[in-house]
């Protein structure tokens, strides 16, 4: 075989698309198992979760920018009411930390949820996967 057409079989087989089609054991064990109808279900909520966590991070933030004082609630939270040394830092930072951890883990959900519906699409249209 010359060296050019093993080169451009090499290439196709590298850019084919059938690796990233192929469900991963972690899809497999989880979102293959789950019925079409309960994938479009999760998707929509996972996506109103995602809008819901991104509301509430801005509400907490206008909160803060607007003048709400929050060093009480995080105090009594935190340490029995005790002062706190640089409590209005971490009034900021459990918020974003929260919000990012579960902004996180929503768009990975949802990713693997449309990846799988992307999948089954495929497959009913003919493809191969």
Same mark, same amino acid.
């Given at each position: 075989?010359? &060296?050019a057409s093993r080169a451009k079989t090499v290439i196709e %087989?590298?850019? !084919?698309?059938? =690796?990233? #089609?192929? %469900?991963?054991l972690f899809e497999q064990l989880t979102v293959r198992r789950v019925a079409? $109808?309960?994938l479009?279900?999760?998707? #929509?909520?996972? !996506? /109103? &979760? @995602?809008k819901l966590a991104t509301s509430l991070y801005c509400c907490v933030i206008a909160a803060l920018v607007i =003048?709400? $004082?929050? #060093?009480? /609630?995080v105090q009594d939270a935190l340490n029995s009411g005790k002062p706190i040394e640089h409590v209005f830092v971490l009034a900021i930072l459990l918020p974003t930390l *929260?919000?990012? &951890? %579960?902004? !996180?883990?929503i768009g990975w959900m949802r990713w693997k949820v449309q990846r799988e519906l992307w999948r089954r699409d *495929?497959? #009913?249209? @003919? =493809?191969? !996967?």
């Open positions: 075989m010359p &060296l %087989a590298k850019l !084919s698309p059938e =690796g990233t #089609r192929r %469900a991963t079409w $109808d309960t479009v279900r999760l998707n #929509r909520w996972l !996506s /109103a &979760l @995602g =003048g709400v $004082d929050i #060093r009480p /609630a *929260v919000f990012l &951890l %579960a902004r !996180s883990m *495929v497959e #009913r249209l @003919g =493809g191969t !996967s």
